[in-house]
């Protein structure tokens, strides 16, 4: 009788509630391995190999570990050699404590802390760099005795990581890399970002743990998995005990980090006319078709024009097709951003829920979804917390959500109780505030939707108010600016509901509000370059990052490459969006990055870019 194949290690995850756990779940099954969720402390016992990911809060994670009794009995997992890989809260728990939320002592098996990125500056110039350290980075390998090499097989060399690929990290919080045999006995890679050198992965006996996300770093990232999970146990298991090496190793700070600037692909997506969920794209948010739509043959010739389409919905394609493709042309996150939300309970929206979905089961790099999360009470009466709503799309697979007309109105509320002087400013209430605290700020994108206001250029700033502090004056105006606008001046309205309805809240005003509530990263679009093809609105990308020290994603009239290189030449944004240069196929995404790293711009680097 055949001999029945090699059974193979039952391999566990741990989900302590309020990870991402579904992007890694998917990576996992993408690499053709089953697992299983830890239930209860019994299933520890039962486990070969453990995976533990997730983002968020330090505090949450310990405390959510004590109140599932399963704290002490992974603790006794670790100890007992078998093979543990922890994804960034599950590295950072293993250490003894964190400055994030209340104190409460991690599960210490390395007598060091994790502590917040406090004045990150640019090693050359000594401006301020945002936190959350949100992009693509590199993990150095760490200068080591010959013991270790053969450790770092798990993540560099033959088949791993290559030494130039780039990693998805997205954390406010990290282990500062400081030279002791502590962290020269554990320290597997550091990573530099700004002026801060930090131990981006640790590895010592069964334990392999890092900071980075493998499961969102596209084709590298899930190489990193891979050998994981292809790995022997023997080859995996050991005690963390084994003695250190008293060795310091210094590590020299480099004059530019290894941060890139990523290029976002999105999709706006609504239902059309006959209620089929498509990704459209219009020009200043109107996305019905002009005239009539073309008619192609087979060969894609024109042939003639429908003229029943006129006024119908553009339909540029299906939201998960489009989302693949992008990833597999070097996308380094995708953003869904469902615009006819705000007519429906997102939760309602299951459409919008299943594209999610569909898309993390094969996109492997940072997926973004907005609209319609806020609190919503559905036709039945019941009512949906916008936390309710974004655990959903977290649970489909979401690792960030974007809030945008929920935010202004958060906003304007809180312009208010300043201005009567009302405490508690901030009530802990809102959709930002909420989502925040529960999954991290770095999971809460707030989407803006600011349309430019025209005032005379001889204007007395002081007549608009606290709205002055967004004016831009057309002779100083920058990037592609037209002669009419020269004569003019202008400031940043912002607008709710796709544009449809002004507020009088300005960019600056929301930047700051937003930042206050605990979002981690801005999405600002403009409504008046959006589907123009003009370029960046600068002076609007310049005004917000200016304001904020959250990463500022620039969004709306990308039309050729150098408009990416012009974005990223005179402002400090950390990322460039586009959507119709893309739907279209005007610009491959690849041609954007390499026109970036032809003009030095650091830009994701991958030697295969879709697994
Ligand atoms: O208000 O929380 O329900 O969120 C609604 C979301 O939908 C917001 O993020 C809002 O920006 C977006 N939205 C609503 N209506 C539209 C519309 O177009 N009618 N999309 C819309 C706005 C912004 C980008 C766009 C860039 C790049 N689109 O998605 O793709 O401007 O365009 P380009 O590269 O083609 O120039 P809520």
């Given at each position: 009788m055949a001999s029945s194949p090699p059974s193979r290690p039952r391999l566990f995850i741990l989900d302590y509630g309020a990870g991402n756990v579904r992007s890694l779940a998917n990576s996992v099954k993408a690499l053709g391995y089953e697992f299983e969720w830890i239930k209860d402390a019994s299933d520890f016992d039962k486990a070969d190999k453990l995976l533990f990911p997730g983002v968020g809060a330090f505090n949450q994670a310990i405390t959510s570990l004590h109140t599932s009794s399963l704290f002490y009995p992974l603790k006794k997992y670790l100890e007992s050699g078998r093979p543990y890989f922890g994804i960034c809260i599950g590295m950072q728990v293993l250490f003894a404590g964190s400055d994030e939320g209340a104190p409460v002592p991690g599960l210490s098996l390395?007598?060091?802390?994790?502590?917040?990125?406090?004045?990150?500056?640019d090693v050359k110039t000594g401006s301020k760099k945002a936190v959350p350290h949100m992009g693509w980075n590199e993990a150095t390998p760490f200068p080591s005795t010959s013991s270790k090499a053969k450790e770092q097989q798990l993540i560099h060399g033959?088949?791993?990581?290559?030494?130039?690929?780039?990693?998805?990290?997205?954390?406010?919080?990290?282990?500062?890399?400081?030279?002791?045999?502590?962290?020269?006995?554990w320290t597997n890679t550091t990573t530099q970002?700004?002026?801060?050198?930090?131990?981006?992965?640790?590895?010592?006996?069964?334990?392999?743990?890092?900071?980075?996300?493998?499961?969102?770093?596209?084709?590298?990232?899930?190489?990193?998995?891979?050998?994981?999970?292809?790995a022997p146990i023997e080859e995996l298991s050991g005690s963390m005990d084994e003695e250190a090496k008293e060795e310091i190793v210094e590590i020299k700070l480099k004059e530019v980090d290894g941060l890139t600037k990523r290029i976002v692909a999105c999709l706006d997506v609504r239902t059309n006319d006959s209620g089929d969920l498509v990704v459209t794209k219009g020009d200043q948010y109107d996305v019905r078709e002009k005239a009539p739509a073309p008619v192609t043959d087979a060969s894609s010739t024109v042939t003639g024009t429908n003229p029943a389409s006129g006024g119908d919905v553009i339909n540029l394609g299906k939201p998960v097709d489009l989302a693949r493709r992008y990833y597999e042309s070097g996308a380094d996150e995708i953003c869904f951003l469902n615009i006819t939300s705000f007519r429906s309970s997102a939760l309602l929206d299951q459409p919008m829920l299943a594209v999610v979905s569909a898309a993390a089961e094969t996109i492997f790099v940072p997926l973004t979804v907005g609209g319609g999360i806020k609190d919503t009470v559905d036709p039945?009466?019941?009512?949906?917390?916008?936390?309710?709503?974004?655990?959903?799309?977290?649970r489909s697979g979401a690792d960030k959500v974007s809030i945008g007309s929920d935010a202004v109105f958060a906003v304007e509320a809180l312009l208010a109780r300043q201005a009567s002087n009302t405490t508690p400013l901030l009530t802990g209430l809102t959709g930002i505030e909420t989502i925040s605290a529960a999954y991290g700020a770095q999971a809460v994108v707030v989407s803006f939707d600011p349309k430019r206001v025209y005032v005379p250029l001889d204007i007395d700033p002081s007549t608009l108010g606290p709205h002055a502090a967004s004016l831009?004056?057309?002779?100083?105006?920058?990037?592609?600016?037209?002669?009419?606008?020269?004569t003019k001046a202008w400031w940043y309205q912002c607008t709710v509901m796709g544009g449809r309805d002004v507020r009088d809240v300005d960019v600056v005003q929301l930047a700051k509000g937003v930042e206050m509530l605990g979002a981690g990263e801005i999405l600002l679009n403009s409504v008046d370059r959006d589907g123009s093809g003009r370029g960046f609105d600068l002076d609007l990308v310049e005004l917000v990052k200016g304001s904020v020290g959250i990463p500022v994603v620039a969004s709306s009239g990308a039309g050729k490459v150098e408009d990416f290189g012009e974005l990223f030449g005179e402002t400090e944004a950390e990322a460039g969006l586009a959507a119709g240069i893309f739907h279209r196929k005007e610009v491959p995404i690849q041609d954007v990055k390499s026109f970036l790293l032809e003009q030095k711009v650091p830009a994701r680097r991958a030697k295969d870019v879709a697994h």
């Open positions: 390395i007598d060091a802390r994790v502590e917040l990125f406090k004045d990150v500056k033959n088949g791993g990581v290559d030494q130039e690929e780039d990693l998805y990290f997205v954390h406010s919080y990290a282990v500062p890399y400081t030279p002791s045999p502590l962290l020269s006995s970002y700004g002026d801060k050198t930090f131990v981006s992965s640790i590895r010592r006996g069964n334990i392999l743990a890092c900071q980075f996300h493998p499961e969102k770093s596209g084709a590298a990232g899930l190489r990193v998995l891979k050998r994981w999970l292809d039945d009466g019941t009512k949906r917390s916008a936390l309710e709503v974004a655990g959903a799309y977290f831009i004056l057309g002779p100083n105006a920058k990037g592609n600016v037209t002669e009419e606008e020269r």
